[in-house]
């Protein structure tokens, strides 16, 4: 199968200011993408996932490892063309127009056919700031940064696109918006890569996904692989139950969840029918009662445990 991205035992260390401690930003990652596919990196701050670009795009040298784009190792700085990058935190020139500082990254990939100047205002228009062209970029909105700074790196039509936390900052408008830009893109043959860590963005616009934690990346497939499709749980809601009742269901450990004169209870599987008939005894009305699989939320927290343990375990705890 072809492949856009492929790298192999790509690791890098950090060494700490100040001191000789190691710090492992990334270990031994094995990634294929392949094109046109929507690749999302979830993963907590600090994972790795921002490391990661950089190394992709060649702004940091792996320590070691091997990087392939388009199956030639990233040493040709032709490779790069190819390439549209939107930072985490990308630096706008507040003193000039949208427009004029598209037109400014235009020149810096030396693009100046009237091809390309018109590929400008089709970029503002594909990004939904066609009226805000002539507009200072200083007044703009976090959302229409993020706007903007997507059309900068969709100015060299690139086959690859890389997305550091695309939807960071945004309220749930401004997240939809970026959401459906990057499902727009991908029906136009680009193939991307993002990261983040809010995980509905993942489960709306990805083909697959990666979880970084700690630099190792824990799980990687569609989501479909990843979960597991058997049932867990079982959530009921019931209502109508004493304050007695309520105080030993908490002793006993349970996850009560308070809703007006309702309360949701989430239960393991098997353990579901003496509950219900513990509940019932007592005086409860069963509003709902729904079996509950794997959810995405659900392997990221234990993916998540299951590290913490191992460094604790290890004795680097906090």
């Excluded at 890569?193 to 963005?201: E, R, V």
Aim: net charge positive; aromatic share 8%.
């Amino acid at each position: 199968m072809e492949h856009i991205i492929k790298t192999e035992n790509l690791s890098k260390v950090f060494r700490a200011p100040f001191t000789f401690k190691k710090i492992n930003a990334l270990t031994d990652l094995r990634l294929e993408i392949t094109p046109g596919e929507v690749f999302g990196f979830l993963g907590p701050n600090g994972a790795g996932k921002t490391t990661t670009f950089k190394l992709l795009l060649g702004l940091l040298k792996p320590s070691r490892g091997k990087i392939w784009l388009w199956r030639e190792e990233l040493k040709k700085i032709e490779l790069k063309s190819k390439i549209g990058f939107l930072p985490e935190n990308p630096y706008f020139y507040n003193y000039l127009k949208a427009k004029e500082y598209l037109h400014f990254c235009r020149h810096l990939f030396a693009l100046n056919s009237q091809e390309s100047k018109k590929r400008v205002d089709a970029l503002l228009d594909l990004v939904g700031l066609p009226e805000h062209k002539n507009r200072l970029i200083k007044t703009f909105s976090k959302g229409m940064l993020q706007r903007l700074g997507l059309a900068q790196a969709l100015i060299n039509d690139p086959e690859l696109l890389i997305l550091d936390e695309p939807m960071s900052g945004l309220d749930p408008l401004g997240r939809k918006e970026i959401r459906d830009l990057i499902l727009d893109l991908k029906n136009k043959g680009k193939t991307i890569i993002f990261s983040t860590h809010i995980l509905s963005d993942v489960e709306t616009v990805c083909d697959r996904v990666g979880i970084l934690i700690k630099g190792n990346l824990r799980d990687c497939g569609p989501l479909e692989h990843l979960l597991n499709p058997k049932i867990k749980s079982f959530e009921l809601c019931i209502k109508g139950l004493s304050i007695e009742t309520v105080h030993n269901l908490e002793e006993q450990g349970l996850n009560l969840i308070k809703r007006g004169n309702e309360i949701f209870i989430r239960v393991e599987e098997k353990e579901e029918k003496n509950l219900l008939y513990y509940l019932l005894e007592k005086g409860g009305e069963l509003v709902s009662f729904a079996p509950r699989k794997e959810t995405l939320e659900d392997l990221y927290v234990n993916e998540i445990k299951s590290i913490d343990n191992h460094h604790e375990n290890l004795g680097f705890g906090n």
